[in-house]
């Protein structure tokens, strides 16, 4: 089975400060790994995916993540935080040598930056 | 289509009472996703449709709920005789097997169901 943990309800940090979102999975085959970013009353928005290659991945709105296979984790970072980026964030994990295709999401992390 | 498009965006039923709800995937994404996301909770897989295949039934909880796609675009989750807990943001999310995006769900803006 494939599970996805953030263990932060909420995380606060002021602008311009860098901020992390934690993410921690469980796959018993190899992970393909997603961050989404949800808005107040949107959908899921996608942000960055880890499938291959190397470790730290760059996405969208400045945002980057870093694979860590011995910690299986994916945390989510950002080096300079915005007001705009408050949002909830849910990382997601997929087991890609089980051949299931629908992604195992976490909890959720909401993002508050103040200004 | 530009993107994942969803109808109603908002529906309020009785309980007891059937619903629809519509998806349109992105053009040309053969894989097709139903999650269901419950206040305060996260996403929860429903169903899964890739293709000419028979679909992921898996997550659906319950007998009461159903899901079609016709052509290998459109698909429609329908609830049967809704429950109060069935309230919810229904998303929808496409995914796309060649090219850019590759491995990448995107989603709908979701149908928030609301059963009195």
């Known amino acids: 089975a494939q599970s996805v943990a953030q263990p932060e309800d909420q995380v606060n940090v002021a602008e311009g400060n860098p901020l992390t979102v934690k993410c921690t999975y469980s796959?018993?085959?190899?992970?393909?790994l997603f961050w989404y970013v949800q808005y107040p009353n949107r959908g899921l928005q996608f942000l960055l995916k880890?499938?291959?290659?190397?470790?730290l991945v760059k996405g969208s709105y400045g945002f980057e993540a870093e694979f860590n296979k011995s910690q299986t984790s994916f945390h989510l970072k950002k080096p300079s935080a915005l007001v705009s980026d408050s949002a909830l964030y849910f990382c997601?994990?997929?087991?890609?040598?089980?051949?299931?295709?629908?992604?195992?999401f976490g909890s959720g992390t909401r993002l508050q930056v103040q200004p | 289509g530009a993107g994942v498009s969803q109808s109603p965006s908002n529906k309020v039923t009785e309980k007891g009472k059937d619903v629809e709800l519509r998806c349109d995937p992105i053009s040309g994404h053969t894989a097709l996703y139903w999650y269901r996301q419950s206040l305060g909770q996260g996403l929860e897989f429903l169903i899964y449709?890739?293709?000419?295949?028979?679909?992921?039934k898996s997550g659906l909880p319950s007998d009461r709920f159903s899901a079609e796609r016709t052509g290998g675009s459109v698909s429609t989750l329908t609830i049967q005789r809704t429950q109060q807990e069935d309230s919810a943001v229904y998303l929808c999310?496409?995914?796309?097997?060649?090219?850019?995006?590759?491995?990448?769900?995107?989603f709908g803006p979701g149908t928030r169901l609301t059963v009195l």
């Open positions: 880890y499938i291959t290659g190397d470790n």
């Open positions: 449709f890739q293709g000419n295949s028979a679909p992921d």
């Open positions: 997601a994990v997929r087991d890609v040598d089980t051949g299931r295709r629908a992604l195992t």
């Open positions: 999310a496409s995914y796309g097997t060649s090219g850019w995006g590759t491995d990448t769900q995107y």
């Open positions: 796959v018993s085959g190899n992970p393909y």
